[in-house]
């Protein structure tokens, strides 16, 4: 411990127990700076207090000089904790820093092209609830169909993130838009099931919209099975399709269905994050939501999902639990 600074400190003491001014007070908040500089801990800050006041007031009785042998010993221990403390606080900064990272490169990465069709209205929304988005939404297109991936990783953060890299790579690789949803299936899958941890699964529907036919074609691997409203009947029915969720198993035989869009008519898809959306009550029922999208049956397919996002988001009194997608295929 240099000299000169014991011997600042002591001055200051002893001008403090003299005077007891706001100037004397303000040196003591000075010195505090070189105490960081020098990196000089707390016990031994006590220390020099003990040994610069026994010079000043030596006549203190012996039970005063024992107190700050226990400050003392206080001190070694909080210095070590706040030490960690601060460890950790950099620590967390740091992957903090990591994750604002990994989650642009994803961002950019991941980055799909709402397509524009004469007679489809198309509406997307996907709102991760921390910074990795753990669902992925890709679309195909040319000049007569257009496919939509939608897909939900069964985990969080980077390991997510990860995943997702994997389906993009399989959807790129694909011949294009006209490709059948049980092959575009199968062949995510055989990637998931080679290249993905046998603790992380994926559930994904990928559907294909002719524009010839006004045909809705669809397939599912253990995904959350669209809503289909028909502007005939006023009503909503579940597109259910079996199929085993991505990366079990290589080999899996996955259902294909097709329907006819008229006019008024649109398919709703979604991830979990929007049928296991939770208010205070309980999970919010399935026909609550349909409720919330027919009330905006008539708005485009855009306005549609951020209608819906926003009113659940509301419902769930503004805490999103979970990643949020939604996309809307309207026939106009």
């Not at 008229?262 to 609550?288: A, H, L, N, Y």
Request: hydrophobic letters at 40%; a negative charge; charged letters at 25%.
């Amino acid at each position: 411990m240099p000299q000169e600074f014991k011997k600042q400190y002591k001055e200051i003491l002893e001008k403090y127990i003299l005077r007891q001014t706001e100037h004397n007070l303000y040196e003591g908040q000075n010195i505090s700076r070189q105490l960081i500089q020098k990196n000089i801990s707390p016990e031994e800050v006590i220390s020099i207090h003990k040994a610069s006041l026994e010079e000043i007031m030596s006549d203190l009785p012996e039970e005063v000089w024992h107190s700050f042998d226990l400050l003392i010993e206080v001190m070694v221990r909080y210095g070590l904790a706040l030490k960690e403390h601060q460890t950790l606080i950099q620590k967390q900064q740091n992957i903090k820093m990591e994750m604002e990272l990994a989650a642009n490169v994803q961002q950019t990465l991941l980055k799909t092209k709402v397509p524009n069709l004469v007679d489809l209205d198309i509406g997307m929304i996907s709102v991760p609830a921390k910074e990795m988005n753990g669902d992925y939404t890709h679309f195909l297109h040319d000049s007569t169909h257009v496919g939509i991936a939608v897909a939900d990783v069964i985990g969080k953060g980077i390991p997510a993130a990860l995943c997702m890299s994997m389906i993009k790579y399989g959807m790129d690789s694909l011949d294009g838009a006209e490709t059948n949803p049980v092959i575009v299936l199968d062949v995510i899958n055989r990637i998931v099931e080679k290249s993905v941890s046998d603790s992380m699964f994926i559930s994904m529907f990928y559907g294909k919209y002719d524009t010839s036919k006004s045909e809705f074609t669809y397939a599912s691997a253990g995904h959350e099975p669209p809503l289909f409203y028909c502007s005939e009947s006023s009503s909503f029915s579940e597109l259910q399709a079996k199929g085993l969720l991505l990366g079990v198993i290589p080999n899996v035989k996955y259902e294909q269905h097709s329907i006819a869009l008229k006019k008024g008519d649109f398919v709703v898809m979604m991830t979990d994050g929007v049928t296991e959306c939770r208010s205070k009550e309980g999970f919010i029922e399935q026909q609550t939501i349909m409720d919330i999208i027919e009330n905006v049956k008539d708005q485009c397919a855009q306005e549609m999902v951020e209608y819906v996002f926003h009113k659940l988001e509301e419902l769930q009194d503004f805490e999103q639990r979970d990643d949020f997608t939604l996309v809307i295929f309207k026939k106009v």
